[in-house]
Nanobody, 118 residues
């Protein structure tokens, strides 16, 4: 069973930066697609960024050029570096993992709150 534990959320002023981390356990990390999603109050959960096992990435248009997803296969950890934060980035951020050698998210973390004040 894959378990995901996010950390690094918090309160930051607009224009600031935060780095989220997600530590995975359960094996097979390097063979999984890892992702970050977010959910604002009253809204659906939306994709923020994905990083595939080969290292390629996808980003939501709203975060391109500001956010960077990366992974450390030696530490079984995925990161989300968030720069130039905006109030509309305020949400609960969730880490996701696919089954091994798959591309769709199957496992989820508990979420970490990111609040950007104006």
């Amino acid at each position: 069973q894959v378990q995901l534990v996010e950390s690094g959320g918090g309160l930051v002023q607009a224009g600031g930066s935060l780095r989220l981390s997600c530590a995975a356990s359960g094996g097979g990390f390097s063979r999984r697609t890892m992702g970050w999603y977010r959910q604002a109050p009253g809204k659906q959960r939306d994709l923020v960024a994905l990083i595939f096992s080969g290292g390629s990435t996808n980003y939501a248009d709203s975060v391109k050029g500001r956010f960077t997803i990366s992974r450390d296969n030696a530490l079984d950890t995925v990161y989300l570096q968030m720069n130039s934060l905006k109030p509309e980035d305020t949400a609960v951020y969730y880490c996701s993992a696919s089954r091994m050698d798959a591309r769709t998210s199957h496992y989820w973390g508990q979420g970490t709150q990111v609040t950007v004040s104006s």
